[in-house]
């Protein structure tokens, strides 16, 4: 029985993040690669990612307002940025790092903040993996709105490392609550993101 959990554990996506943005990291998704190869090498073709609409802003408010006076932070991404590498002959290894733009709000009454987003690995039309990053900010003096970035976040999938597209698919965006996710819902044009 044990065997039968590491095969299982084998066979499904697994998530991590890293502590320091890697450096070249500046590829977007759709087709990227890393490594060294020979001449007549590709790079792997990294799945297909999307950031839905109503998740890629986060409103927070004080209580149970939406008034601007009680709006502790915004914040929208920006950016998805990332790259595919061959992670051994069964495993395409993806790094996907995230930017976000955070507006303080008059209603802020703290120098720090802490954002949560996640990943969702989609297989086909399930979900097969899911995970909640925190990213915390500190506020910097005299700046009322400023970029960050995520920490890296390697995503290795259980597929041949290849040239074609996979059923494999990303949702990114913000976790949000219920109240947070109607807000998105009633008061926000959709973007028009593009799938990479």
Not at 127 to 148: C, E, Q, S
Request: glycine share 8%.
């Amino acid at each position: 029985m044990p065997h039968d959990l590491t095969r299982l554990r084998c066979l499904l996506p697994r998530i991590t993040a890293s502590g320091a943005l890697a450096m070249g990291l500046i590829s977007a998704l759709a087709g990227c690669g890393g490594g060294e190869s020979s001449s007549t090498d590709f790079a792997p073709a990294c799945p297909i990612t999307h950031i839905p609409s109503e998740a890629a802003d986060y409103y927070l408010y004080k209580g149970n307002s939406t008034n601007f006076r009680d709006l502790v932070a915004r914040a929208s991404i920006v950016k998805l940025e990332g790259d595919c590498s061959a992670g051994g002959p069964k495993d395409l290894k993806t790094r996907v790092v995230l930017h976000i733009t955070v507006e303080r709000g008059p209603a802020s009454s703290t120098d720090t903040l802490t954002l949560p987003w996640f990943i969702a690995v989609l297989h086909g039309d399930r979900i097969v993996n899911k995970h909640v990053f925190r990213h915390t900010i500190t506020f910097p003096p005299n700046l009322a709105t400023f970029d960050t970035t995520s920490k890296v976040i390697t995503i290795d999938l259980p597929i041949p490392p290849r040239n074609v597209d996979s059923d494999y698919r990303f949702e990114v965006g913000f976790q949000l609550n219920k109240n947070q996710l109607g807000y998105n819902q009633a008061h926000l044009k959709p973007a028009a993101y593009q799938a990479y």
